[in-house]
């Protein structure tokens, strides 16, 4: 076969735009995701040139978010969680609560109906892992107080999420069907709550049997491979893993494969080969993601920048201004310093991989229109971009007051 297929293009074509815009970004000290996205839109349907296969890069972007979820499951601590539950989980939700709620506020003036104004305000709620972990990284505050905060807070909005992702496509009937924009009545109640109970019901047997069995078969399983000495093998192991576990979850109990990878992940992470386990998978998990965020961008319309200024304008509002004022109020109500509330603040200040899978799901469910997605995406783009400013800023301002007056404690 010496004729390019629509596959290989479309992979081939994806990861060396990622990697060279990538490249640009980081040069240009912005998050590599910013090239990833920028890559989307270059070889997507809204820009002149080469155009990816539409039909593939969804496919492929399936792979992205169940590698995604993997990761995250793998890196998901509950002694993390626990050891600052008392602002993190109060913090967060209420967090979500604020910025869903000025999401659905922004979205009436749309003329939208409630249910889309909800997706719409949860997509701008919860911000990205990527971004968020590489910033503390870079300052090396992700042992500081404020980080492990900040960490916490993300390990609740993610699950948030997790639970939103199950819930979502069991009330798409309601959430379609709210308001006068629809024109449509829409389910029941009755047939709403069977279905969300129907959801939860097989949820909670896919954890069970995760609890039950793959928490012991997994863990037995990659000891055995250990025991070989073939690192090629373990690795196929963790990919196996995380792959079957999601298919298994939506072909036997009709859950997404999202939610199956993310326990998938979860399920490892207990066992004492998680390290290795995320080492191993890493190339692989980065290689996909890659493509999962080229598969955004090529969603996104760079004319959305100009058709619709005023909604680009609010959804960054919310999210760089609203999102952080809510929460450097919470942190200040919880009794900490202003510096530890202005480090979680501007650590949540963007948003990234939950909000692209949300929004597409709220698109491919009829809930969410194209526009909200465009805005969505146009959001993210501008508030990654946003970030390291704010950052910057927040640095500037730390020196010059320990410069000032005696520093005092986070």
């Given at each position: ?58 496919e ?36 979500i609560?604020?910025a869903?709620l ?43 107080p ?7 807070w ?10 939103a ?10 959430l ?13 109640t ?78 490892l992470?207990?066992s ?44 960054v ?17 919880f ?7 202005m ?19 709220g ?48």
């Open positions: 076969m010496h004729h390019a297929t629509p596959l290989i293009s479309t992979i081939v074509g994806g990861i060396v735009l990622a990697f060279i815009l990538g490249a640009v970004a980081s040069r240009l000290r912005l998050p590599p995701l910013i090239g990833y996205l920028c890559a989307g839109i270059v070889v997507g349907p809204h820009t002149p040139g080469y155009t990816a296969d539409q039909a593939l890069a969804p492929l972007a399936e792979l992205g978010v169940i590698l995604l979820m993997f990761g995250v499951g793998l890196h998901f601590s509950i002694k993390d969680l626990m050891a600052v539950k008392r602002i993190a989980i109060p913090g967060a939700v209420v967090q609560g604020i869903t000025m999401g659905m506020l922004v979205s009436w003036g749309f003329g939208w109906s409630w249910g889309q104004g909800l997706v719409y305000g949860l997509a701008l709620s919860v911000a990205s892992t990527v971004v968020l972990l590489k910033a503390l990284q870079e300052r090396e505050l992700v042992e500081s404020q980080g492990r905060i900040a960490v916490g993300l390990i609740v909005e993610d699950l948030a999420m997790v639970l992702l199950v819930l979502l496509p069991a009330m798409a009937g309601l379609a069907g709210a308001g006068p924009a629809s024109g449509d009545a829409g389910p029941g009755g047939e709403v709550v069977l279905a969300i109970f129907a959801t939860l019901g097989k949820v909670a047997a896919f954890v069970a049997v995760m609890l039950v069995i793959g928490r012991r078969f997994i863990p037995w399983m990659l000891e055995r491979i250990v025991w070989t000495g073939n690192r090629e093998m373990f690795r196929l192991g963790v990919l196996a893993t995380a792959l079957g576990v999601a298919y298994g979850a939506y072909a036997l109990f009709g859950v997404s494969f999202a939610l199956g990878a993310f326990f998938a992940g979860m399920v992470a207990e004492e080969f998680s390290h290795r386990a995320a080492e191993e998978s890493l190339p692989l998990r980065d290689a996909f993601a890659v493509l999962f965020f080229v598969s955004v961008g090529m969603l996104f319309d760079p004319m959305v920048l100009v058709n619709d200024p005023w909604g680009v304008l609010a959804t509002f919310i999210i760089v201004v609203g999102k952080s004022l809510a929460a450097l109020g919470i942190v200040r109500a009794g900490h310093s202003g510096q530890t509330g480090t979680i603040a501007v650590s949540l200040a963007q948003i990234g991989e939950f909000s692209f899978i949300l929004a597409s799901l698109v491919y469910l009829k809930i969410l229109p194209e526009r909200g997605q465009a805005l969505i995406l146009a959001g993210a783009l501008l508030s990654i971009m946003l970030n390291p400013v704010l950052f910057h800023m927040l640095d500037l301002y730390t020196a010059r007051r320990s410069r000032g007056a005696d520093p005092q404690p986070a």
